[in-house]
C-alpha cells in the first residue's frame, strides 16, 4: 500500500489529501501538523475550515484511510510520498521584508523529513514557493541524507476557496514539475499515477521543476491582473457614465479574453494572491529584470487604489465624515462560501472607516467576532503563520461591534458597505432596512449585488462600483 503523508493540515493540505484519500482507497493518507487545535479539529465534527463539501468527504474516509495526527514524524518516517503544504507567508523583516516569501516552515520541514526518513521518499512541493525553491530543499534534504535517495517534485495547488472540493474533484489540470533525469521522471510517473486515478491523462501537464514553481506564480499573478484590470476600468466607468458589468461582458464575450474573472469589486482578498505577485516582483528584481518587477507591482497598486477609493467614497458621499456614525459592514471574509478573511478587503475598508471615527456594525455569517478582532489589531502579513506563533491580540477595537444578523447590524445605521458577496446578501428585505436606517441612507456595494434600481426606488442613495452614479454621488467626488 503507497503511503502518504501530508504537512501541514491546512486549507490546501486538509482538502487536497481528503480527495485523493477519497478517489485512491488504496492509498493510505495522514495528514499532520504542529498545530494541536488544527489536528483536533480536523478530527472532530467541527473542521478547522468551512468548505462546501469537504465535511462529507472527511466523514467518508477518516479513520479508514484518512488519518490526522500530530505525530509528525512518526507519518513522515513511514511515508513513501512526502507532500509539504506549510505557510509560506510574506517576509516582514530582514532582506526582502515585505516581499520575498518566508521559508522558515518549508524548511523546518525538510530539515525534519531528513532527519527522520530511513526509506527513499519522493517530496512534494505542494506550498506555493518562489521558483528555485526545490534546488534548495534539494540540499538540504541530500546534506543530511544518510544515504537515502530523495526526489523533489513541484506540484502546485490551484484550487480556489469556496469551491475546493469542485475544483479537486475536476481539476482544469494537475501539474507536476521534476528532474529530467531517470529517477525524477520515476518519481513523476509515482505521482500522476495517484492523481490518475480520478483526473483524465490529458488534464496532468508535466513539466521541468522551474516551469511548475513559476507556472503557479504566473496564474495567479495572471488571475489578480485581470481583477486590477477590470477594477481599474470600473474607476473610469464612474467618472464616464459607462457600466462596468456591460464593459465586463461586451469584453468577455471575445474568446480570446473570456468572461471569467472580470467581476470589478472593492479588491481582490485571499492569502495568495498578493503575496505570491509580492513575491514574484521580488524573484524579478532579484534576477535585475527592474521593469518586470514593475509590471507586477502595478496589480498590487491597483488594488490598493481600488479599497482606497471605495473608503474615500463612503466618506466623501457621507458629507465627508463618517465620525460617530454607525456603517453596517455586510461580509467580512475575503469571498463568500468561506470563513477564510486572510488579506480580505473588508481589513483595509473597515480600517479606512475607524480612520474616520466611525463606528462599525459588522455582520458575516462565517467569521467569528475573535477574528474580526484579531484581524483588525494584526499587523500586516502577521496572520500567515501558524496560529499558535501568531501574535496575541490583547485589544479590542471599541469601535466595532460583531452581530449574527443583517438587520441587527444595519438597525439605525447610516450606511451599509457590502464587502462580500454572500447570496443571502442578495434577498435581505431592503425595505425593511431602509425602514429602519438613518436618513440619508446609502448602500455601497463592493460587490455588485443589489438592485440598483429596486434599491433607489425604495429611498436609498446607493453606490455600486463602476455603475453610473446617483446625482447624490456625482456631485461630491471622492479622491483617492
Ligand atoms: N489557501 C489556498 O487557497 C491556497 C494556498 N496555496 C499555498 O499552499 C500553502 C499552504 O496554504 P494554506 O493551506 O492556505 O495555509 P494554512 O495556514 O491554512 O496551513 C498551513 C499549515 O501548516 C502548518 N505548519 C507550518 N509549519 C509546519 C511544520 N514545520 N510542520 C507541520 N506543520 C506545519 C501550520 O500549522 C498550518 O496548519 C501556501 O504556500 C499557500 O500559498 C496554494 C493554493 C491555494
Ligand atoms: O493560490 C491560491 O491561493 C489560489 O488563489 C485563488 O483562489 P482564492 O484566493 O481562493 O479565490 P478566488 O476565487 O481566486 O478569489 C480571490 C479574490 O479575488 C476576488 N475576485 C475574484 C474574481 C473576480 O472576478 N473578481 C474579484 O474581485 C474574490 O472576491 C477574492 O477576494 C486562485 O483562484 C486559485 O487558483 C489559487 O489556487
Redesign the pocket.
Known amino acids: 500500500m503507497v503511503k502518504i503523508c501530508c504537512?501541514?493540515?491546512?486549507?490546501?493540505?486538509g482538502p487536497t489529501m481528503a480527495v485523493i484519500a477519497l478517489k485512491c482507497p488504496s492509498v493510505e493518507v495522514a495528514v499532520?501538523?504542529?498545530?494541536v487545535p488544527?489536528i483536533t479539529a480536523w478530527n472532530s465534527d467541527q473542521l478547522p475550515i468551512y468548505e462546501p463539501g469537504l465535511d462529507d468527504v472527511v466523514k467518508k474516509c477518516r479513520g479508514k484511510n484518512l488519518f490526522f495526527s500530530t505525530d509528525?514524524e512518526k507519518h513522515v518516517a513511514e511515508a513513501d510520498i512526502v507532500f509539504v503544504?506549510?505557510?509560506?507567508p510574506t517576509k516582514t523583516r530582514g532582506l526582502g521584508a515585505g516581499k520575498a516569501a518566508d521559508l522558515t516552515?518549508w524548511e523546518?520541514?525538510a530539515r525534519?523529513i531528513a532527519d527522520v526518513s530511513k526509506s527513499n521518499k519522493i517530496v512534494v512541493e505542494?506550498?506555493?514557493?518562489p521558483v528555485k525553491t526545490a534546488e534548495a530543499i534539494e540540499k538540504i534534504l541530500t546534506h543530511n541524507s544518510k544515504g537515502i535517495s530523495f526526489q523533489i517534485l513541484s506540484n502546485?495547488?490551484?484550487?480556489?476557496?469556496g469551491t475546493a472540493i469542485e475544483d479537486l474533484f475536476k481539476p482544469d489540470r494537475v501539474l507536476i514539475g521534476g528532474r529530467e533525469t531517470p529517477e525524477g521522471q520515476k518519481a513523476i510517473k509515482a505521482l500522476k499515477d495517484v492523481y490518475a486515478q480520478w483526473v483524465p491523462e490529458d488534464r496532468i501537464i508535466t513539466t521541468n521543476l522551474w516551469s511548475a514553481e513559476l507556472s503557479k506564480l504566473a496564474a495567479n499573478a495572471f488571475l489578480a491582473q485581470r481583477i486590477s484590470s477590470v477594477n481599474a476600468m470600473s474607476a473610469l466607468c464612474e467618472a464616464t457614465g459607462a457600466n462596468v458589468s456591460q464593459v465586463a461582458y461586451a469584453v468577455g464575450t471575445d474568446t480570446r479574453i473570456g468572461p471569467k474573472f472580470l467581476n470589478a469589486s472593492v479588491g481582490f482578498g485571499?492569502?495568495?494572491f498578493q503575496?505570491?505577485i509580492l513575491n514574484l516582483v521580488y524573484i524579478c528584481e532579484c534576477n535585475g529584470l527592474p521593469e518586470v518587477a514593475e509590471y507586477w507591482k502595478q496589480v498590487i497598486k491597483i488594488n490598493d487604489y481600488q479599497k482606497s477609493r471605495f473608503v474615500n467614497r463612503v466618506v466623501a458621499s457621507m458629507f465627508n465624515t463618517v465620525s460617530g456614525k454607525k456603517v453596517a459592514i455586510l461580509g467580512f471574509a475575503f469571498k463568500k462560501d468561506t470563513g477564510d478573511t486572510r488579506e480580505t478587503p473588508a481589513i483595509d475598508v473597515c480600517k479606512g472607516l475607524l480612520g474616520d471615527k466611525g463606528r462599525l456594525s459588522i455582520y458575516d455569517p462565517q467569521v467569528t467576532e475573535d477574528q474580526i478582532q484579531r484581524d483588525l489589531s494584526m499587523n500586516k502579513f502577521d496572520w500567515?503563520h501558524?496560529?499558535h506563533l501568531q501574535p496575541m491580540s490583547p485589544t479590542t477595537v471599541k469601535q466595532v461591534s460583531v452581530v449574527w444578523d443583517a438587520y441587527e447590524a444595519t438597525k439605525d445605521a447610516h450606511a451599509v458597505c457590502i464587502l462580500t458577496e454572500w447570496d443571502e446578501f442578495k434577498t435581505l428585505d431592503y425595505q425593511r432596512i431602509y425602514d429602519n436606517m438613518q436618513k440619508p441612507a446609502f448602500i455601497f456595494d463592493g460587490r455588485n449585488i443589489v438592485n440598483l434600481d429596486k434599491l433607489r426606488e425604495i429611498g436609498f442613495i446607493v453606490y455600486s462600483i463602476g455603475k453610473p452614479l446617483d446625482a447624490w454621488l456625482k456631485d461630491m467626488p471622492a479622491v483617492a
Open positions: 504537512i501541514g493540515a491546512g486549507y490546501v493540505g499532520v501538523d504542529i498545530s488544527r509528525v503544504s506549510v505557510n509560506t516552515y523546518s520541514a525534519m505542494k506550498s506555493t514557493v502546485p495547488e490551484f484550487l480556489a476557496e485571499g492569502s495568495c503575496k505570491d500567515d501558524p496560529l
